[in-house]
């Protein structure tokens, strides 16, 4: 009687941990997706043709069912159940204290100092041949075609957008990748991955702008990583993430009324 061995070629811990946060990013932006398409339509049959409606609802889907539901679903499917206290421990949240209110204050100037920073290294240099200039995203396209969509904007960034995304990419995607690398390598990871699933947002037919801007979104998911390190709570990155989106939607909507 013969046996047949089974030769299981062992993966790596890291190999594992990077495509498991590549899946659950990629899988956020579907899962967004999905949900947005399925908002989306819906308002259809109903007879809701009004851009804000549209716009408000596919925020919700995509932030809140993608982004931000994926993240506690893989919390959830990871302690095989839902276990408030390991998901405020893995992901550091806690009530902001003054100290993480002033973590705030000075990382919102901060992101805005990166981001011109990254712009003028982009212009003197030029390196995709595009003078420096990006494509826009299609969230403010839209918006300078329906400026009302950039006010609706401002607390969209704040309380869901900010939220969503750094709970997906700094609280669980950087949490992971910082349980297998060190933390300045889970830090340039998880913006890479950051700047990976924008692409779709800044997609346009010169790839040299695409790639300046997903230059910027990779710099300040650095950013935001470093941020989240240093204040040890995702409170800080999440709020800073969404008041300097809002602050861009705000200078759009008084550039374009």
């Known amino acids: 009687m013969s046996t047949r061995r089974r ?21 956020g932006w579907f899962t967004g997706l999905s949900a947005t398409v399925g908002v989306e339509v819906q308002l ?3 007879g809701y043709d009004d851009a804000t409606i549209h716009q408000l609802a596919s925020s919700v889907a995509f932030n809140v069912v993608g982004a931000g539901g994926l993240a506690l679903t893989y919390l959830i499917v990871r302690r095989r159940g839902f276990d408030p206290a390991f998901v405020l421990e ?5 009530t902001p204290t003054l100290r993480d209110l002033s973590w705030i204050a000075i990382g919102l100037i901060g992101a805005f100092t990166v981001a011109m920073g990254y712009q003028l290294v982009i212009e003197l240099f030029d390196p995709f041949g595009t003078g420096g200039e990006g494509t826009t995203h299609s969230g403010i396209e ?3 075609e329906y400026p009302l969509l950039l006010l ?16 997906l990419y ?6 992971r990748l910082g349980e297998t690398f060190p933390t300045v390598v889970a830090v340039i990871l998880a913006s890479f991955v950051f700047g990976i699933v924008h692409f779709p947002a800044y997609l346009g037919e010169d790839l040299g ?11 300040l998911g650095l950013y935001l990583g470093v941020l989240y390190e240093l204040s040890d709570n995702l409170v800080v990155p999440a709020l800073v993430h969404g008041l300097f989106n809002a602050v861009v939607y705000l200078v759009n909507f008084l550039e374009y009324v």
Do not use: D, H, K
Request: aromatic share 4%.
């Open 44 to 46: 259809l049959v109903l």
């Open 142 to 144: 839209r918006g300078r």
């Open 7 to 27: 030769f299981r070629v062992p993966v790596p811990a890291s190999v594992r941990a990077v495509v498991l946060c590549l899946a659950l990013a990629i899988g």
């Open 209 to 219: 702008a695409v790639l300046v801007s997903l230059g910027t979104v990779t710099t």
């Open 90 to 94: 893995f992901l550091r949240l806690r």
């Open 170 to 175: 700094r609280g669980v995607i950087q949490s």
């Open 152 to 167: 609706l904007g401002i607390p969209i960034a704040i309380f869901l957008t900010g939220p969503g995304e750094e709970l």
